[in-house]
């Protein structure tokens, strides 16, 4: 006996869209017969008078071979398993590699190669590209990423300095690390920080592997580990016709797997925790929270550069805090000007690293 679910009939299952089209989810057929039977299918004949085929493999299960099963890391890159990530607390030549933007887009292997590392890592540079204040969406167009992902700030960000900005990130003072936008319900995953013009004195950018702070706290402080995992943080940011506002854990696990973090001081309403926390509670709070920021402070374990005009810094936000050195605003004709946007992890491991790539890239 076999579920209408498992085989493919011609009349009842989708090639196209790989699926079922119709409901009889459960209804069970009989065999009559199998024929031929190749490397990833059986053919069947049921007693319903339909034919089909059985996939024998998952190259047959997904897209009737009519879409290779991707490798098994980049499968497990885009779940975000730990056992396919590398954790890192030094700037190793592997985490600091800079993938030249010509060799980038010269093939969909190096394509695939360069977006696979960025999984891996949560972190790669993307040198040579070119840095008008239109090439952040051309860049992002030629390697097949897509949708850009909107939000408060818009789709794709001028980050420069302002006198009395809204957020830290526009003013010219030392920046901590940080996530971006841990408010949101879902704080966006790949965030894309491209250099279009940087001659001020300072504003060196870092980033640290939270991933790996955490890591380490789980083996040496296991109840400051469970504590950053269970206890509610609210944020809060708010602006003119805007008034975002959400409660999550430091650590967040999707079963075994460290899946995401949400670290941003700046934008915690302390208030709220006050009012929702006894003071004993906090005070233990406070004291994990402080032995995670003495991890992610300290320097040995940053990546960090001044970024040139043409380098694009790809970030997990999930993984990877980021933040700036102070600078100088001035003087006349000299700026600091970066291009932020965001991109859905799924998205980018679906055009990235999952299916056959090419049918909308530019030439």
Not at 143 to 153: A, E, K, S, V, Y
Not at 186 to 207: M, R
Not at 305 to 324: A, C, S, T, Y
Not at 325 to 332: I, K, N, Q, V
Request: aromatic share 14%; net charge negative; proline share 5%.
């Amino acid at each position: 006996m076999v579920t209408l679910q498992l085989y493919r009939c011609k009349e009842c299952w989708g090639r196209t869209s790989n699926q079922p089209l119709h409901t009889k989810d459960f209804t069970e057929v009989k065999v009559l017969q199998t024929g031929q039977e190749s490397e990833h299918f059986l053919e069947v004949s049921w007693d319903d008078g339909h034919q089909g085929f059985v996939p024998l493999t998952e190259v047959g299960a997904y897209g009737n071979g009519s879409q290779a099963q991707p490798p098994s890391l980049h499968y497990d890159l885009s779940l975000r398993r730990n056992k396919s990530q590398i954790f890192w607390d030094r700037p190793t030549s592997d985490v600091t590699r800079n993938w030249k933007w010509d060799e980038v887009v010269a093939s969909d292997d190096m394509t695939r190669a360069f977006i696979a590392h960025y999984m891996q890592y949560g972190l790669a540079f993307l040198v040579g590209t070119p840095f008008t204040l239109n090439s952040t969406e051309e860049i992002l167009s030629r390697l097949d990423l897509h949708p850009i992902w909107d939000n408060i700030f818009g789709r794709i960000s001028s980050v420069k300095y302002q006198s009395d900005p809204m957020n830290q990130a526009f003013n010219s003072q030392y920046l901590e690390l940080h996530t971006d936008m841990p408010y949101y319900t879902q704080t966006p995953s790949v965030y894309l920080f491209h250099c279009i013009a940087n001659d001020l004195e300072g504003g060196k950018s870092f980033w640290g592997d939270t991933f790996s702070a955490a890591r380490h706290i789980r083996s040496a402080e296991p109840e400051m580990h469970d504590l950053l995992s269970t206890v509610l943080i609210p944020f809060r940011q708010y602006r003119q016709g805007w008034y975002m506002a959400g409660k999550y854990p430091t650590f967040e696990f999707l079963g075994p797997d460290l899946y995401r973090t949400r670290v941003c001081g700046f934008v915690a309403d302390n208030h709220a925790f006050a009012r929702d926390y006894d003071a004993a509670l906090r005070a233990d709070w406070w004291e994990a929270y402080h032995y995670l920021r003495q991890l992610m402070n300290d320097t040995s374990r940053h990546v960090s550069r001044k970024l040139e005009p043409g380098e694009m810094v790809f970030i997990d936000n999930w993984r990877v805090q980021h933040g700036r050195e102070a600078f100088s605003p001035g003087p006349l004709g000299k700026s600091r000007v970066m291009q932020a946007s965001y991109i859905e992890w799924t998205h980018m491991s679906s055009t990235g690293i999952l299916q056959k790539r090419g049918s909308s890239r530019s030439s």
